[in-house]
């Protein structure tokens, strides 16, 4: 499985992005998914993820209310909309396949990862 994640930019603070993620190679239609960031001197973090079907959602406390992620199965394709954007958004964000096991809200559940794309938000 290859995932590309796109969309990263230079945002100022309270506005918006929408990252991609696109995956090839094998579906990854029946396997959560979700985006994890890493900012400079930080330990990569759990962000937001969704279920195969998306009918369930995780968010980090830090998110909720303003990030929302989605998923398009057809497409084979993940997406993280992010309003309200503040400085300490600022970091490398990764999307990665969860394996089937462990906790969505742990990193160490996902199994492949993408090459991240930076956003940083300036205030």
């Known amino acids: 499985v290859q995932l590309q994640a796109s969309g990263g930019g230079l945002v100022q603070a309270g506005g918006s992005l929408r990252l991609s993620c696109a995956a090839s190679g094998r579906s990854v239609s029946r396997y959560g998914m979700g985006w994890l960031r890493q900012a400079p001197g930080k330990e990569r973090e759990f962000v937001a993820a969704l279920n195969w079907s998306g009918s369930s959602t995780y968010y980090a406390d830090s998110v909720k209310g303003r990030f929302t992620v989605s998923r398009d199965n057809a497409k084979n394709t993940l997406y993280l909309q992010m309003n309200s954007l503040k400085p300490e958004d600022t970091a490398i964000y990764y999307c990665?396949?969860?394996?089937?096991?462990?906790?969505?809200?742990?990193?160490?559940?996902?199994?492949?990862w993408g090459q991240g794309t930076q956003v940083t938000v300036s205030s």
């Open positions: 990665a396949r969860k394996s089937n096991s462990g906790n969505y809200y742990y990193t160490s559940a996902y199994d492949y």
